[in-house]
């Protein structure tokens, strides 16, 4: 059973860091190194956005609205991803996921980020 186990969430003022890690387990190494992983962000009331993607060749793409300030990264021994987030921003509450593409429906509880202002 495919699973991801987000963290490293919290409570940080406005132009504060972050750095969130998700967990998969049930993956194969081969599967995991050979596929893209996603985080997403669900602010209050609002749908689930895709913000960064990693590819297996460490290529990453970013939504517009956290380019330059977030960075995805993967460790595919630990077959984690990660998501550092710089300069934060009030309206960046909200619950942060991670995917593994693969397999779409597996999502797992999310970590909270709450940015005060």
């Known amino acids: 059973q495919v699973r991801m186990v987000e963290s490293g969430g919290g409570l940080v003022e406005a132009g504060g860091s972050l750095k969130l890690s998700c967990k998969t387990s049930?993956?194969?190494?081969?599967?995991?190194?050979?596929?893209?992983m996603a985080w997403y962000r669900q602010a209050p009331g609002k749908q689930r956005e895709l913000i960064a993607t990693?590819?297996?060749?460490?290529?990453?793409n970013y939504a517009d609205s956290v380019k330059g300030r977030f960075a995805i990264s993967r460790d595919n021994a630990k077959r984690t991803v990660y998501l550092q987030l710089n300069a934060l921003k009030p309206e960046e509450t909200g619950l942060y996921y991670c995917?593994?593409?693969?397999?779409?429906?597996?999502w797992g509880q999310g970590t909270q980020v709450t940015v005060s202002s």
């Open positions: 990693i590819e297996s060749s460490g290529g990453t």
């Open positions: 995917q593994y593409p693969s397999y779409p429906n597996a």
């Open positions: 049930g993956i194969i190494w081969s599967a995991f190194s050979g596929n893209s």
